[in-house]
């Protein structure tokens, strides 16, 4: 994909899932990638491994892969990241928004302390990433790039999850100030939007056929997306094809927020 090659890529939330496809698919398209952690560099050892499994299956050479913690809840930590993955990328042009959390609960029963929590990982921290990323790049003069990995449920509700829905409806208009305000700038933001995933998070309804066509009947591709299509996603609004395209999200999803319960029309005729 043109532009990617060379390019330094920072993902939060990279150590599985969709942050891990994200930054194996960069890594194959010859960009350098800093992956985030929260805790132990260990939680990160799997999409390290695959990184390099990509890079030697496509024959890149020279590309770099770092390791950087912090927690995107908190400030200091995120300051902190930003500049030691571009520190050791000697650089950075593309900042991946992935870092996410969901609380289950009945919204009657949510405290007050589990809602902030959600929205602080996936909201606040995702402001305060952008933030630091878009100061480098204003401050260096140069284009950049924010992908903020949303959800389907910023448009769709998803009950019991209130947090979760909330926060990424925020993502929405995040995406879309940012974008607005930064277009002069040179700096684009976009989202990419994910339906029903198979990811190891989820592995409870995937490995359950049951619950697996309950979940796909309401798609009308009548599959889940995997997590190296949402990476497919990510790479393009990143890459040069995508270069006017700003303040966008993409919906990913199999067609999902087509309604698929319209798809017979039940008025009356």
């Excluded at 999850?161 to 305000?181: C, D, F, I, P, R």
Aim: charged residues 20%; aromatic residues 6%.
């Amino acid at each position: 994909m043109r532009g990617l090659k060379g390019k330094n890529v920072l993902i939060t939330g990279g150590t599985s899932g969709i942050g891990q496809a994200i930054a194996v698919r960069f890594a194959e398209y010859g960009s350098n990638v800093a992956i985030n952690y929260l805790r132990q560099p260990q939680e990160a050892t799997e999409t390290e491994q695959q990184v390099h499994a990509c890079v030697n299956r496509v024959h890149q050479e020279g590309v770099q892969d770092v390791l950087v913690q912090g927690d995107v809840s908190k400030e200091d930590d995120v300051v902190r990241m930003v500049d030691d993955a571009s520190q050791q990328l000697g650089g950075l042009d593309v900042l991946i928004n992935n870092a996410g959390i969901q609380i289950s609960k009945p919204s009657h029963e949510l405290t007050s302390a589990e809602f902030d929590k959600v929205l602080a990982v996936n909201l606040r921290g995702s402001f305060l990433c952008a933030r630091e990323a878009i100061r480098r790049f204003v401050k260096a003069g140069t284009p950049g790039v924010v992908i903020n990995v949303s959800s389907v449920h910023q448009r769709i509700p998803k009950p019991s999850y209130l947090g979760y829905s909330v926060s990424k409806g925020g993502m929405q208009n995040l995406t879309t100030t940012l974008a607005l305000e930064y277009a002069r700038n040179d700096i684009r933001i976009n989202a990419v939007a994910p339906g029903a995933t198979i990811t190891p998070i989820n592995r409870a309804w995937v490995d359950d056929p049951v619950k697996k066509e309950q979940v796909e009947s309401h798609i009308p591709l009548h599959r889940p997306g995997t997590a190296d299509e949402m990476g497919g996603v990510a790479c393009f609004l990143a890459s040069d094809d995508a270069a006017y395209i700003t303040g966008q999200v993409i919906y990913v999803d199999g067609g999902l927020t087509l309604y698929a319960d319209f798809r017979e029309p039940w008025s009356s005729e």
